[in-house]
């Protein structure tokens, strides 16, 4: 009986300094924990005509359908409205007109055809046709147009820190490329440009990602302050 009980108070103080052990690497990789975030701002500075500080307060902007990646088809409202909320938070003087107002807009001016084939022709030479970005920014009653393009975005997990199989501290990442235009209604010209690439990784003990959400805002963000 004496042994018996040697053999589970010996048992008993092994997995006590099992977890132990395990505590203390857990504490030592949190307490190391970092978020990271490495990024890159590009702003087109010889255009041919350039947006004056002012411009954008006296007549507005819309939205048009943001480009994306093939696959992410489905994330351009969700880019477009992240851009317009964070616009209206950041420039409160200015009249943003958002996606879907853009496209209702659009639909009841009765030009969505004409619409329609100025995006499918964007897609490959780049341009917007001059005659149906003056008939949208009429329809919109504004004369700037953002169009924005998501040339790239992808989320990923790792472990970091784990204990029998069981997922203790993960690395979230996330990174995105996007780029915003924004063009004159009146005269179908260029007059603002700016590019944004962003890597973001965060360490969590959690099942919550690096969303969607965050870097696009971060993204709307660098890209607004630096606006005329």
């Known amino acids: 009986m004496r042994k018996m009980t040697f053999v589970v108070a010996v048992g008993a103080r092994r997995w006590g300094a099992r977890c132990c052990l395990w505590l203390a690497a857990l504490l030592t990789v949190c307490g190391c924990s970092t978020s990271q975030k490495h990024d890159t701002v590009t702003i087109g500075d010889k ?25 992410q088809e489905e994330d351009r409202p969700a880019l477009s409205l992240v851009f317009t909320e964070t616009l209206a938070e950041l420039r409160p003087a ?48 504004v004369r700037y147009v953002a169009q924005l393009k998501m040339a790239s975005f992808h989320q990923d997990s790792e472990d970091r820190f784990s204990v029998l199989g069981l997922r203790l501290v993960q690395t979230k990442k996330a990174d995105i490329r996007v780029f915003l235009r924004i063009w004159d209604g009146d005269d179908g010209t260029i007059v603002w440009e700016g590019a944004y690439e962003l890597y973001m990784a965060k360490e969590t003990m959690t099942e919550s990602a690096v969303s969607f959400r965050n870097v696009v805002e971060e993204a709307a963000r660098q890209l607004i302050n630096r606006l005329p």
């Open 47 to 71: 255009l041919t005509q350039t947006l004056k500080p002012g411009e954008l307060q006296a007549y507005g902007i819309a939205f048009i359908t943001p480009a994306s990646v093939t696959g």
């Open 94 to 141: 200015v009249r943003v007109i958002p996606l879907n107002e853009t496209l209702s807009a659009i639909s009841r001016a009765g030009i969505s055809e004409d619409y329609k084939l100025m995006m499918v022709d964007s897609r490959d030479s780049g341009l917007l046709n001059r005659s149906t970005l003056s008939l949208v920014s009429k329809a919109t009653g």
